[in-house]
Structures are given as C-alpha cells and as structure tokens.
T-cell receptor, first 115, second 114 residues
Framework: KNQVEQSPQSLIILEGKNCTLQCNYTVSPFSNLRWYKQDTGRGPVSLTIMTFSENTKSNGRYTATLDADTKQSSLHITASQLSDSASYICVVSATSGAGSYQLTFGKGTKLSVIP | DTAVSQTPKYLVTQMGNDKSIKCEQNLGHDTMYWYKQDSKKFLKIMFSYNNKELIINETVPNRFSPKSPDKAHLNLHINSLELGDSAVYFC?????????????FGSGTRLTVV
C-alpha cells in the first residue's frame, strides 16, 4: 500500500529561524515527489517537484532534498517569514501505466512562524 | 488569469438538500479531479476524470456525482447532503501523461451542512 508519512505534525518557530520538514514514503513505482504549500483557506500551491534523479531543488528560501534510496525527502525553509505559516504537504506520484499516475498525499505539517 | 476556479467559495446548506459546486480550468488540461479535505486537513481524492475515463474512489458515496459538460469544467453534484459531508472540497487539473507536472488546485469550497 502506498503511504506518505510527514513529520512533525506541527511546528512553531520564531521569525527568521530555519526549519526542516520531513517526508518518508513507500510509493512504487516512484515517479516524482512534490512539496505543496497550503495557506489557510486556500488550495495547495506547488513549491517543488523532483524526479528520481534529482537530489535537491530550490525555490527561493525553500530547498527540497530527495534520497530515493532511503525514500526520504525534506523541505528546508531558510530565514522564515510570517507568511511561511501554512500547511506543507508532501505528495508522491507513482506511475500506473499508459501515461497514468496516482498521487499519494501526506497529512501535512502545520508550520506556524511567530514574531 | 490562468487558473482553476471554483464557485462558490462558501456554501452553507441544510441536511437533505441537493447542491452543486462548479469548477473551471483554463489551463488547457485534459484531466480534472475532486478532492475532499476533512477537518484533519487530509486531502483525499474523490474522482479523476478526463474525456475517456471516470475513476471513482470506491469510498465515495454515490450521493456524489461529477458532471463534466466539457473538458474545461468538472462540477460536483451532491444529493441528500449529510452532516458528515461538511468539509472543504478542492478541484484540481493536470495534463495526462506528464506524471502530474503542472498539477494545479483551485482555492476550495467550504461546505457546511447544518
């Protein structure tokens, strides 16, 4: 059964500090892994998407890493801002033949950045 | 603006009513989806639909039905609403065969059944 586990469930940090969110997955056959940011009352917005051969990808202050051997990914946020307060969702895509794929969602990490 | 747009953003209705949520995308995508996000913020897929195939999550009650008048629209119709249907419903779209690249969500519709 495909699963995506995220940790921690919630996190509170001071503005300006860095933090790292974790994602472990058991999804096969692996196609890609994405991190989404979901602001309160909004839909998820893609931050990064990585394929099997990519170890790291950055989007501004967000840096995602992927270890396909251990099936782990992390999202590192540098110099956090109040606007980073949101839920961060790890989503893993598995191919299912004929150009189709299946997404497995993690339950998200709720990040609160406080002044 | 290129986007996935849903209407209404908020919907409050009584038990037993029938309601529809509309979704439109102008991204040229050929597959659209409906997701339910419960109070624990967990996104669960309900339907995926392109012009060839409707895939239904077997856990979705048959009171829920997707209706697609064309490739750019996938509306969600709910019959005999129940209290447990209260959630945020997200529409999404993507292009088939690109392993989910360009997967885009709408802003959600918060449904409250009273």
């Amino acid at each position: 059964k495909n699963q995506v586990e995220q940790s921690p469930q919630s996190l509170i940090i001071l503005e300006g500090k860095n933090c790292t969110l974790q994602c472990n997955y058991t999804v096969s056959p692996f196609s890609n892994l994405r991190w989404y940011k979901q602001d309160t009352g909004r839909g998820p917005v893609s931050l990064t998407i990585m394929t099997f051969s990519e170890n790291t990808k950055s989007n501004g202050r967000y840096t995602a890493t992927l270890d396909a051997d251990t099936k782990q990914s992390s999202l590192h946020i540098t110099a956090s801002q109040l606007s980073d307060s949101a839920s961060y969702i790890c989503v893993v895509s598995a191919t299912s033949g004929a150009g189709s794929y299946q997404l497995t969602f993690g339950k998200g990490t709720k990040l609160s950045v406080i002044p | 603006d290129t986007a996935v747009s849903q209407t209404p953003k908020y919907l409050v209705t009584q038990m037993g009513n029938d309601k529809s949520i509309k979704c439109e995308q102008n991204l040229g995508h050929d597959t659209m989806y409906w997701y339910k996000q419960d109070s624990k913020k967990f996104l669960k897929i309900m339907f995926s639909y392109n012009n060839k195939e409707l895939i239904i999550n077997e856990t979705v009650p048959n009171r829920f039905s997707p209706k697609s008048p064309d490739k750019a629209h996938l509306n969600l119709h709910i019959n005999s609403l129940e209290l447990g249907d209260s959630a945020v419903y997200f529409c999404a779209s993507s292009r088939t065969g690109q392993a989910g690249y360009g997967y885009t969500f709408g802003s959600g519709t918060r449904l409250t059944v009273v």
